[in-house]
């Protein structure tokens, strides 16, 4: 049980400081705002779906799973 303790302390002190950087950064650079994502704007409404980012967030992730199963 103590070392669950650890590695969700070492998690959590991960996020801080990725939230931090991403935070002092300004984001993740372009990624939000990709050829495809959906962005439309009428009068005072706006609808945003980022699908190109989607499916990339979704490649990466499921790399790095087939990764570190292996």
Request: glycine content about 14%; hydrophobic content about 55%; overall charge positive.
């Amino acid at each position: 049980m103590q070392d669950l303790g650890k590695v969700l302390f070492i998690l959590g002190c991960v996020l801080v400081v990725a939230g931090a950087i991403l935070w002092k950064t300004g984001g993740l650079g372009g990624l939000g705002q990709l050829p495809g994502d959906i962005f439309v704007r009428k009068g005072n409404s706006t609808f945003y779906f980022p699908v190109v980012t989607c499916i990339i967030i979704s490649v990466v992730l499921s790399l790095l799973s087939w990764f570190f199963r292996r």
